[in-house]
C-alpha cells in the first residue's frame, strides 16, 4: 500500500504565493481575543515563547508591547516575517524564525496554537504532537485554540473534533483545558475549542 504523502499545504512557495495573491483569510488582523484573555492571566513576562505558523503573528506584537521580550515567531514564509519586522522593528532578528516546524529545535515554556495546527496536512499531526513535546520544557504548556468542526478534505484549513485531539495528544501531554471557546470572532463562534496542554514534569 503506497503510503500517504503529506500534500501541497506544506510546500513553501505554497504558502509564499497565498502571502503574495493575498489570500490569507486566516489573519484576523489583530490578536486573538482568546489568547489575549490568557496572556493577560500571565505573570511571568520571561518565559519563552514560540508562535508557529505564525503569520503576521499579531499575537506577538500583543505579547511583545505587553512587556513579553522572550517571543519567538516562525514561519515557512518569509512575506510575514517581514511584515512583522517591518511594524515591530525592536523584535531581533533571531527572533524571527524562517523554517519548516518539524525541523526547529529548541526549549520552549509556551507554545500559542492559532490556526497553525489546522494548516497542516492530518497525516502529520501526530508527528506534530510529538515535535510539540520536544520543543516544550517539562511543565511546558501549548495554549491556543483548535477547530471543534470537520473542513476540508483535500487543502488547508483541516478541521478536527474533540475525540481526536484527546486520542492524539494525551500520549505526551495532559489535558488542562478542552473546552468550546466562548471568546470566538464571529465567524468562527461555536466552531473552536480553547485548549491548554501541560508536558508533564
Known amino acids: 500500500m503506497e503510503e500517504?504523502?503529506?500534500?501541497i499545504g506544506f510546500q513553501k512557495d505554497y504558502w509564499s504565493s497565498r502571502w503574495n495573491n493575498n489570500e490569507t483569510g486566516w489573519d484576523l488582523g489583530h490578536a486573538s481575543p482568546?489568547?489575549?484573555?490568557?496572556?493577560?492571566?500571565?505573570?511571568?513576562?520571561n518565559i519563552k515563547i514560540l508562535i508557529?505558523?505564525?503569520g503576521n503573528a499579531h499575537e506577538a506584537q500583543y505579547l511583545f508591547?505587553?512587556?513579553?521580550?522572550?517571543?519567538?515567531?516562525?514561519?515557512?514564509?518569509?512575506?510575514?516575517?517581514?511584515?512583522?519586522?517591518?511594524v515591530l522593528p525592536q523584535i531581533p532578528d533571531d527572533q524571527l524564525i524562517c523554517s519548516d516546524f518539524f525541523h526547529h529545535e529548541g526549549q520552549y515554556?509556551?507554545?500559542?496554537?492559532?490556526t497553525f495546527f489546522c494548516a497542516i496536512d492530518p497525516v502529520l499531526?501526530?508527528?506534530?504532537?510529538?515535535?510539540?513535546?520536544q520543543l516544550l520544557k517539562p511543565g511546558?504548556?501549548?495554549?491556543?485554540?483548535?477547530?471543534?468542526?470537520?473542513?476540508?478534505?483535500?487543502?488547508?484549513?483541516?478541521g478536527g473534533n474533540h475525540a481526536e485531539y484527546e486520542?492524539?495528544?494525551?500520549?505526551?501531554?495532559?489535558?488542562?483545558?478542552?473546552?468550546?471557546?466562548?471568546?470566538?470572532?464571529?465567524?468562527?463562534?461555536?466552531?473552536?475549542?480553547?485548549?491548554?496542554?501541560?508536558k508533564p514534569e
Not at 65 to 86: S, W
Not at 109 to 114: A, G, K, P, T
Open 125 to 133: 499531526r501526530s508527528e506534530y504532537v510529538k515535535h510539540t513535546s
Open 140 to 158: 511546558g504548556k501549548i495554549a491556543g485554540l483548535l477547530w471543534s468542526v470537520p473542513l476540508n478534505e483535500d487543502h488547508p484549513p483541516f
Open 109 to 114: 515554556d509556551l507554545i500559542l496554537e492559532q
Open 65 to 86: 508591547k505587553a512587556g513579553f521580550k522572550n517571543i519567538y515567531v516562525l514561519d515557512f514564509a518569509e512575506e510575514p516575517l517581514e511584515n512583522l519586522k517591518a
Open 34 to 45: 482568546a489568547l489575549v484573555e490568557y496572556v493577560e492571566q500571565l505573570t511571568d513576562k
Open 167 to 198: 486520542e492524539l495528544f494525551t500520549p505526551y501531554f495532559n489535558i488542562e483545558t478542552m473546552e468550546p471557546a466562548y471568546n470566538s470572532i464571529a465567524p468562527r463562534a461555536n466552531r473552536e475549542l480553547f485548549v491548554i496542554f501541560r
Open 4 to 7: 500517504k504523502k503529506p500534500n
Open 52 to 54: 508557529p505558523g505564525s
